[in-house]
């Protein structure tokens, strides 16, 4: 199966793809995990992605379609994927479109989760992160075990420096102004699922899996 996540930042895609790649066994892949972890790495990449990160606006397009059609074409993509913050305008999603009909393959579905602009702020501002394995927390709805040390791998948590406020509300507006149109070009395909993202990380979940197993029953890709 072929899925892309869709929502605002701090819908909760990143915590739901981590378990729906675990339970349909499919690789996760985010565009933002990407060029965090190139930022880590310090690579030519990395500082070029940051310059765009800090500021809220997306990384140019070629290089975004570029770093996904490479990492689709790797082998452990053939049996499907989960995409995570990508397509994230119009030319990304024509642009994922044509490499994947050139290649005999199209999308499964596409998850809309949506959630309220007041509950995104502060969704995102509470969002802690483990800098070493990725494990995603919320101070006050998830919060790790012993404060502020991921319980997954024991490191000290972060927060990511565009989720302080001033980059969230550039965010935010550039969601509404490039990612939101996304929503009418995949509903005129056929393939948008709105699941509310407003119930608790579980409930979410169960939401998801239903409509991905009724999708799945249809998938003759
Ligand atoms: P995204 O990847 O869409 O930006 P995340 O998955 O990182 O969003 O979630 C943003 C924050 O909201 C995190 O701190 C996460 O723990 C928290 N969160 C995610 N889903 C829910 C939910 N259903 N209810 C409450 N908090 C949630
Ligand atoms: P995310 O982890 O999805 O919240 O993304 C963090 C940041 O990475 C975004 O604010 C953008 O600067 C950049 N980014 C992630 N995905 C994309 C994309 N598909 N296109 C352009 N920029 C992206």
Redesign the pocket.
């Known amino acids: 199966m072929r899925v892309v996540l869709l929502g605002p930042?701090g819908a909760g895609?990143?915590t739901q793809a981590l378990k729906i790649a675990k339970e349909f066994d499919i690789p996760h892949i985010?565009?933002?995990?990407i060029?965090?972890q190139n930022l880590r790495d310090n690579t030519e990449l990395g500082k070029l992605?940051k310059e765009?990160?800090d500021k809220?606006?997306?990384?140019?397009?070629e290089v975004?379609n570029r770093i996904?059609e490479d990492r689709l074409e790797k082998e452990d993509c053939k049996k499907g994927f989960l995409l995570?913050?990508?397509?994230?305008?119009i030319p990304?999603a024509e642009e994922l479109d044509k490499f994947l009909e050139e290649r005999g393959h199209s999308l499964t579905a596409v998850i809309n989760i949506q959630v309220e602009r007041e509950a995104l702020i502060d969704r995102i501002t509470g969002r802690r992160v483990c800098p070493v394995c990725g494990a995603t927390y919320h101070i006050k709805t998830s919060p790790p075990k012993v404060d502020n040390v991921c319980d997954k791998c024991g490191s000290e948590l972060i927060q990511r420096s565009?989720d302080k406020l001033e980059s969230v509300v550039k965010?935010l507006e550039?969601y509404e102004k490039e990612t939101k149109p996304l929503i009418d070009y995949y509903t005129k395909k056929g393939i948008l699922v709105n699941i509310d993202g407003n119930k608790s990380i579980d409930e979410v979940f169960e939401d998801i899996k239903k409509a991905l197993l009724g999708d799945r029953r249809n998938d003759i890709h």
């Open positions: 930042p895609k990143g985010s565009t933002g995990d060029f965090r992605a765009y990160m809220g606006l997306l990384v140019p397009d975004t996904v995570d913050g990508y397509p994230r305008n990304q565009d965010r550039v």
